[in-house]
């Protein structure tokens, strides 16, 4: 059957529309039917700077607090004096293929570890309410209003429990309430697991006053693990909270206080740090966390709750409700976590699926806002004084993992969190460039940093021989981030964005890499010490880490410097710089495809097929950058989808993420799909088997047995890709679409060139879609199938797009080494059909027989 498309009229528009009002209106929660018993069980809520974890026990409510900003210790760069003599060592013992030497060279570039991620405290409140004396319990949290809420029956009456927190005021509320008047009762309580004071100032009004260690251990074996300096460095902090009930009694003790016989009561908390900026002494240089954290209290207990959640949900919802996604009722009746269950039993469940890419998207609106830190490993939610990996930013993929749902799902202000956060960075960086390396312009950032904008090479300095080159020697994160700038603009179109913001970042990163190549004895540009990131290669028997020019180091320069190119073209900016990076490309290490077909990771062929590392960071070109692709590139598409199949599916959680958006990518929707069912493997109680990869009981995504954050953004982006990616020069409309989810629809989805993409789709085939141009200029898609529009304004494609925002990638050299035959791909169908469009306007689309 030929495939059409019409463009449709009003009234269409209209039924259309009703017919997605219906299921947009259905609910989007996450519940349970028992209280959470660990933190993994809690329910996060947050506002970007301010978080909490919900736990909603019967006998005890518990709110675990965090804040964004409440790290350990203050500035410490970390940088080596003796770097530059280091740095020619080991780039001399490399070039000498002298690969051990190098990488004991290397640790003497180590610093110390980076600052730790810390808990605030808890909010608990104890109650009178024997467990065995209720029923009908309920727990939820409602990602349609960012809502957590707890209900159940005692004794005949009901009571529920609502919580939020605010982005606008700044506060978390909590409103209990009940069926009778005079039955709430409890004691509330203020506490942290760091050391802290309790001061109740009024019948109503409680502050904890904190101060953070000057020092956390990385290692258990450390002789000091936690470090307090009474009068020096270490954060201090405040937590307030306000207690206004309607009816009964308070009553205020030595550190707590109780209420007796209300009808009905509002805690209002606000919390601060004294953070002060990444490069100021939070003890020395800080702001006064009591006037902050009172100053919000104040303004907010000036608002009713009704009035506080209006403003919030106002708020919340601006960003959430930009996208709708529907493939398929969500079970209601079932629990989440038997949701999640009844999947790994292998039973279909559609709706869990766009539960868990709306989860994304809220855990990226509670952790990710403008004028707050990035979000960690943690988002921002963390129980530990000693939090895995430190709860730090880990910039080899975890932290720019957490930003890709940010622009293809309509979040693209959440984005400038880490935009703010790189000027730090930039800062630093080009210390860190001086001083260990003697490269005089641009910055750098090393894989791991903190609040403080740590950029030099952690690695516990000379005392930790556990410090390992593998994940130590590697620069390339601020190059990294830039290409998250590039993307916001490909996204957004702000030229004053490019200008004033990510051109000067960009070009300061794009100094450094230039001046960290180095010619090899071919004649090649080449880094020199390089590794691919966290993994090692086998020579001889031995595991050897550095070594030059791994496939991701040349990647990442290659894609760094095409976005360099293409922004000074739209900036008018031709001088010598842009001249060198023009003149560079052709000289750098060309992609090598191995002797088994693979995309080789290793400046040799070291590859090792029975290697099933997390980190498969040589498809960096793949995913999330775009100059391998099946169209323009389809024999290094196919070495990829090789490597990919050596490294195997199950993995860790932000490993099987990442592997969804390569599988997609390489328009293969069904191994792409059972990436995303792999991690959804339960990791919780109520199995006898437990697995340490995968999802928890809340839908946290898990890594070693721990939570780590960045797979549910990971997911969630990957999500999106299956159904449009517009990396190629074109929008791709149900690119990747598995089998499994045949119907559906969705509304919001962002594309490079501004373009917002609606559309409804049955049996893999498109219905129905409308393309919303906010910027205008060239569009063009590619469907399965005939375009046909009503007065001929949809043509074939001729040619390349010549909208800047929707460019063809890059042409990239390879050599091909291979022995065995490469992998085959799948069939990629369609026509590219061209449209001129005009900002703000819309070109709606119908599918029909």
Known sequence: ??????????????????????????????????????????????????????????????????????????????????????????????????????????????????????????????????????ENYRR?????????????????????????????????????????????????????????????????????????????????????????EPEGEGM???????????????????????????????????????????????????????????????????????????????????????????????????????????????????????????YGRYLMISSARQGTPPSNLQGIWNPFVQPPWGGNYTININTQMNYWPAEITNLAECHHSLFDFMEGLAVNGAITAKTNYGIQSGWLASHNTDIWAKTSPTGGEDWDPRGLPRWSCWPMGGAWFCQHLWEHFLHNGDTAFLSEKAWPLMQGSAEFLLNWLIEDESGYLVTNPSTSPENSFNLDGARMDIS???????????????????????????????????????????????????????????????????????????????QITPQYAPELARAAKQTLTHRGDFSTGWSMAWKLNWWARLKDGNQAYKMLKDGFTYVGDKTEVRSSEGTSTNLFTNAHAAVQIDGNFGGTAGIAELLIQSHEGYIHLLPALPDELASGEVKGLVARGGFVIDMKWDKGMLVSAVIHSRLGGTCNIKVNGTLSVKDGQWQLANGENPNPLLRKPDSVPYVNNALAELAGLKEDLGNIYSLQTFADKSYFLIFVQ
């Open 140 to 228: 939820s949290l409602d990602l349609r209003k960012a809502l957590s809420a707890v209900s159940f029956t005692s004794k005949g009456i009901e009571y529920k429990r609502e919580s939020f927190i605010s982005h606008p005021d700044q506060i978390m509320a909590v409103k209990l309430s009940a069926t009778a008047k005079g039955k709430i009762s409890f004691d509330a309580r203020l506490s942290s697991k760091l050391n802290y004071e309790i001061r109740v100032i009024d019948e109503d009004y409680m502050v904890l006053t904190g101060k953070a260690p000057a020092y956390v251990a990385h290692r258990n074996t450390e002789p000091e693990q936690v470090i307090y």
């Open 548 to 626: 030059m020019a791994s496939t991701m180091d040349m990647s990442i320069m290659r894609e760094s410097f095409s976005n360099i190119l293409q922004a000074s073209r739209i900036l008018g900016i031709s001088n010598a710089f842009t001249e060198r990076v023009e003149k560079t490309i052709p000289r750098l290490y060309p992609f090598q495809i191995g002797r088994l077909g693979q995309l080789q990771e290793w400046y040799k062929d070291w590859d090792d097929p029975n290697d099933t590392h997390r980190h498969i960071s040589h498809l960096y070109s793949l995913h999330p950058g775009n």
């Open 236 to 358: 201090t902090f405040e937590v307030h909270l306000k207690i206004i009930n309607t009816g009964g009694n308070l009553n205020p003790q030595n550190s707590a206080i109780g209420v007796k016989d209300a009808d009905e009561v509002v805690l209002l908390l606000s919390a601060a740090t004294s953070f002060n900026g990444f490069d100021k002494s939070p003890a020395f240089e800080g702001k006064d966390p009591a006037l902050l954290a009172s100053a919000k209290l104040s303004a907010a207990a000036k608002f009713t709750y009704s009035e506080l959640f209006e403003r919030h949900l106002s708020d919340y919802s601006e960003l959430f409700d930009r996208v709708e996604l529907y493939l398929g009722p969500q079970q209601m009746d079932l629990p989440t976590d038997d949701r999640l269950l009844k999947v790994n039993a292998g039973h279909q469940d559609n709706g869990l699926t766009a539960l868990y890419f709306q």
């Open 1 to 134: 059957m030929k495939n059409i498309f019409i463009l449709i009229s009003a009234a269409v528009l209209i039924a259309i529309s009703c017919q997605q009002k219906e299921k947009e209106q259905e609910s989007i929660e996450l519940w349970y039917d028992q209280p959470a018993l660990k933190w993994e069980e809690a329910l996060p809520l947050g506002n970007g700077l301010t978080g909490a974890m919900v736990f909603g026990g019967l006998s005890t409510e518990q709110f675990m607090l965090n804040d964004n900003t409440l790290w350990s210790g203050g500035p410490n760069p970390g940088n080596r004096e003796n770097g530059p003599e280091v740095f020619s060592k080991v780039r001399k013992a490399v070039f000498e293929e002298n690969y051990a030497e190098a990488d004991r060279l290397w640790r003497g570039m180590h610093g110390p570890y980076s600052a730790r991620y810390l808990p605030m405290g808890d909010l608990t409140l104890d109650f009178p309410f024997p467990p065995e004396d209720t």
